[in-house]
């Protein structure tokens, strides 16, 4: 077994590390108190050639692996955990079910708008469909060459901004219910219409939206992949989704970490600095052990995912390992910063709001031990 990355996965770690360090970290704060989608950064990572990293360049992507893929999203999201999750959905739920599940006319047609400026967005929530996401109530009735849609998605990451969103919906043929399927809903279709972006705990600088869809008619073309199959579909995109959440949350408990090492050789208590002292040390030992345990969990699902294997359960361990690890980094890094940690003058309290959606976002813990319980058993 090979731990070591290549050197290509090292050069793309170092590229993006230096900007976003440089570049992303130091607005962090000022996007986060006012809410605001940082469209600087997005613009930066499209100049790079990363909003398309794992999609080939055939079509407009970098042709990266996923490894590749989970490096650049830890790397982001250490620096700025909103934009680590537009970048994440954008690729993994906006960009990937395209290339996934597309006919070649729709990779030509979308692939190469998203991989370079355009952004992406996956409606599958609804406002009685998290957990449960096959009892979906958006209907798509097929009227001759048109689909027509109904229904109410929410908490759509990039949802209001997006070019294209990927919408799930209950298909009805002739009065028949055919199961579910997913379609391509364009932003500017009549019909479609984004509703209100919602207040949230963190990562206040990206968008989540409610969007509504009332008679919005689609061309044939617009359905991707086959009909009914659409659940199928949804569960592969989560597979490779939850990859990105958890290089997300490790990103985030990377962050808290080295803060608080930081922290730990600056901060005096009883005439030394507390990194001597051993409840401190302890700390920061288990929070490097949880994060680095969470790593190689990541690099293995995605490896897999790369050598064209079955990663469902590795990508499900990946993600509720590392979200919960980070979990404890970040609730640790509070306590080693005491009151400076929960004042918002640093960083450590944004952290740990920021990472508090990986453990609900794509697939909730509770749900996540499920998947992985179904498969041992």
Same mark, same amino acid.
């Given at each position: 077994?090979? @731990? *070591?990355?290549?050197?290509?996965?090292?050069?793309?770690?170092?590229? #993006?590390? +230096?900007?976003?360090?440089? *570049?992303?970290?130091?607005?962090?704060?000022?996007?986060?108190?006012?809410?605001? !989608?940082?469209? +600087?950064?997005?613009?930066?990572?499209?100049?790079?050639? !990363?909003?398309?990293?794992? #999609?080939? *360049?055939? &079509?407009?992507?970098?042709?990266?692996?996923?490894?590749? &893929?989970?490096?650049?999203?830890?790397?982001?999201?250490?620096?700025?955990?909103?934009?680590?999750? #537009?970048?994440?959905?954008?690729?993994?739920?906006?960009?990937?079910? !395209?290339?996934?599940?597309?006919?070649?006319?729709?990779?030509?047609?979308?692939?190469?708008?998203?991989?370079?400026?355009?952004?992406?967005? !996956?409606?599958?929530?609804?406002?009685?469909?998290?957990? $449960?996401?096959?009892?979906?109530?958006?209907?798509?009735?097929?009227?001759?060459?048109?689909?027509?849609?109904?229904?109410?998605?929410?908490?759509?990451?990039? =949802?209001?901004?997006?070019?294209?969103?990927?919408?799930?919906?209950?298909?009805?043929?002739?009065?028949?219910?055919?199961?579910?399927?997913?379609?391509?809903?364009?932003?500017?279709?009549?019909?479609?219409?984004?509703?209100?972006?919602?207040?949230?705990?963190?990562?206040?600088? /990206?968008?989540?939206?409610?969007? @509504?869809?009332?008679?919005?008619?689609?061309? +044939?073309?617009?359905?991707?992949?086959?009909?009914?199959?659409?659940?199928?579909?949804?569960?592969?995109?989560?597979?490779?989704?939850?990859? /990105?959440?958890?290089?997300?949350?490790?990103?985030? =408990?990377?962050?808290?970490?080295?803060?608080?090492?930081?922290?730990?050789?600056?901060?005096?208590?009883?005439?030394?600095?507390?990194?001597?002292?051993?409840?401190?040390? @302890?700390?920061?030992?288990?929070? %490097?052990?949880?994060?680095?345990?969470?790593?190689?969990?990541?690099?293995?699902?995605?490896?897999?995912? $790369?050598?064209?294997?079955? @990663?469902?359960?590795?990508? %499900?361990?990946?993600?509720?390992?590392? /979200?919960?690890?980070? *979990?404890?980094?970040?609730?640790?890094?509070?306590?080693?910063?005491?009151?400076?940690?929960?004042?918002?003058?640093?960083?450590?309290?944004? &952290? &740990?709001?920021?990472?508090?959606?990986?453990?609900? =976002?794509?697939?909730? /813990?509770?749900?996540?031990?499920?998947?992985?319980?179904?498969?041992?058993?």
């Amino acid at each position: 077994m090979n @731990f *070591e990355l290549s050197e290509e996965q090292r050069q793309i770690r170092d590229v #993006i590390r +230096e900007v976003a360090q440089g *570049e992303f970290a130091p607005r962090a704060s000022a996007i986060d108190e006012a809410g605001r !989608f940082p469209s +600087e950064n997005v613009e930066r990572l499209v100049e790079l050639g !990363f909003m398309g990293l794992p #999609i080939p *360049e055939r &079509y407009g992507g970098a042709g990266g692996d996923t490894v590749s &893929y989970a490096l650049a999203v830890e790397e982001i999201a250490a620096a700025c955990g909103s934009t680590g999750l #537009i970048y994440a959905a954008h690729v993994s739920l906006g960009a990937s079910p !395209f290339y996934l599940f597309g006919s070649e006319a729709q990779k030509q047609k979308y692939l190469p708008r998203l991989c370079n400026g355009g952004l992406g967005a !996956f409606g599958l929530t609804e406002p009685h469909t998290g957990s $449960d996401a096959g009892n979906t109530k958006t209907v798509a009735e097929k009227h001759g060459d048109r689909w027509v849609l109904n229904g109410q998605k929410m908490w759509i990451t990039n =949802g209001a901004l997006a070019d294209t969103v990927i919408c799930t919906a209950r298909t009805v043929i002739d009065g028949q219910d055919r199961g579910v399927s997913c379609f391509i809903v364009e932003k500017d279709m009549p019909g479609f219409t984004p509703g209100a972006n919602e207040k949230k705990m963190g990562l206040k600088g /990206s968008v989540t939206s409610q969007l @509504f869809l009332s008679d919005c008619e689609l061309p +044939e073309e617009n359905l991707l992949g086959e009909v009914g199959k659409g659940l199928r579909q949804m569960l592969v995109i989560l597979d490779g989704g939850r990859i /990105s959440i958890a290089a997300m949350a490790l990103g985030l =408990g990377r962050a808290a970490l080295e803060a608080s090492v930081k922290y730990s050789h600056e901060r005096e208590a009883f005439g030394k600095t507390i990194a001597h002292f051993q409840a401190i040390q @302890f700390k920061l030992a288990d929070m %490097a052990t949880g994060l680095d345990a969470a790593r190689l969990m990541i690099y293995k699902a995605a490896a897999m995912k $790369d050598a064209g294997q079955r @990663f469902t359960t590795e990508a %499900a361990m990946a993600k509720l390992f590392a /979200s919960e690890a980070a *979990e404890k980094s970040c609730f640790e890094a509070i306590q080693i910063h005491g009151g400076m940690g929960y004042s918002r003058e640093l960083p450590v309290e944004r &952290y &740990y709001r920021d990472n508090r959606l990986t453990e609900i =976002g794509e697939g909730t /813990s509770e749900i996540l031990r499920y998947v992985i319980a179904r498969n041992v058993i």
